[in-house]
């Protein structure tokens, strides 16, 4: 299914004497009005909106409070918005208003980490195995539609690195995952560029600690998304939250996934970028394998996790073992 792009009528003309308050009831757009708050973070808000003909949409604010720093982020998300891929969370349009930012993006039902804690809290478990592997194909796709050096951007070829790859991040649309909160993606010339901004330091690649991203540091980020859907908990105890540029992590603890997940994530969370998987697409498939479940395509191109043809299930597993004991007291 692909995602809807529709073009959002004229805004209203901004009052430069007064800042613009996202609230209940507030009208950023003639004919739509904030409904409630949908997420609060440590730089935007977002909103879920009726539009005129009952539509629900999404309404992502941003704090501005410099002009050429808002010219230049608008600039920006609007060469971002252009990407097009049933992956990623639809971008509609971008404006600003005074001290805002604005992002009109498709309305989401939730999160991982919502369907995380939802498992946690009523059934007090994590997310089931075949669930997590789904939503992190899914989203492995956007990732590496996203870090291809592929997309027209200031007059040459770039790739993008998200930078903030997390649970919170990957939203649910029906039964489809898709990513989110891409429009301040870096662009990458080069294998590693300087890192403009740490994301969530949770979920941060090692090298973004000393100040860089790399072609790969998105992977990082989504196999410590991938550990935490698992297990309900991080392979890495809480960073700093103002590291030093030497800081390091000590090294993983993945003691509650199987040997066979566990090497594949080692080698997503190295810290030599270079020997992590070539795609997001390939760790996701090999975490799957470990597992006895591949990804399978139909011909509308949705995806679907299933056990392999060679798996045996754990029935017919405790069947042929009883067989084996019954043959060997012969």
């Not at 935007?44 to 309404?59: H, I, L, Q, Y």
């Not at 890192?195 to 790399?214: D, K, N, S």
């Not at 970028?273 to 479940?293: G, H, I, S, W, Y």
């Amino acid at each position: 299914m692909k995602p809807r792009r529709t073009t959002l009528s004229a805004r209203t003309p901004p009052r430069p004497d007064r800042p613009f308050e996202p609230e209940a009831g507030a009208v950023p757009l003639p004919g739509y009005r904030l409904e409630r708050l949908r997420g609060r973070g440590g730089f935007a808000t977002v909103w879920e909106a009726s539009g005129p003909d009952g539509e629900r949409v999404a309404f992502k604010f941003m704090s501005s409070q410099n002009a050429s720093a808002t010219a230049r982020e608008l600039r920006s998300l609007q060469a971002i918005q252009k990407l097009s891929h049933p992956r990623l969370l639809c971008m509609r349009q971008v404006w600003s208003l005074p001290g805002q930012i604005v992002i009109a993006m498709d309305l989401a039902d939730g999160s991982l980490l919502d369907l995380l804690m939802l498992y946690t809290d009523e059934f007090n478990k994590p997310i089931d195995v075949d669930k997590v592997g789904l939503y992190m194909a899914q989203a492995a796709e956007a990732l590496d539609f996203l870090n291809a050096k592929r997309h027209h951007f200031d007059g040459g070829l770039v790739a993008f690195q998200h930078g903030d790859i997390k649970p919170n991040n990957i939203l649910l649309v029906g039964d489809e995952a898709r990513l989110a909160d891409y429009g301040l993606s870096t662009p990458m010339i080069t294998a590693a560029t300087p890192c403009p901004r740490q994301g969530t330091l949770e979920y941060a690649a090692p090298e973004i600690f000393q100040g860089t991203l790399t072609e790969t540091s998105d992977q990082f980020s989504l196999a410590v998304s991938y550990y935490l859907l698992r297990t309900g908990g991080f392979p890495y105890p809480m960073p700093p939250s103002t590291p030093p540029r030497n800081y390091q992590r000590p090294p993983p603890d993945l003691s509650l996934i199987d040997r066979d997940e566990r090497a594949i994530l080692l080698r997503s969370l190295s810290t030599t970028p270079q020997d992590r998987f070539p795609t997001c697409t390939e760790m996701v498939n090999q975490l799957l394998k470990a597992q006895q479940l591949e990804v399978v395509r139909d011909p509308e191109r949705s995806l679907a996790v299933r056990p392999t043809a060679d798996s045996i299930s754990r029935s017919k597993l405790l069947r042929l073992l009883e067989q084996t004991k019954a043959l060997a007291s012969v």
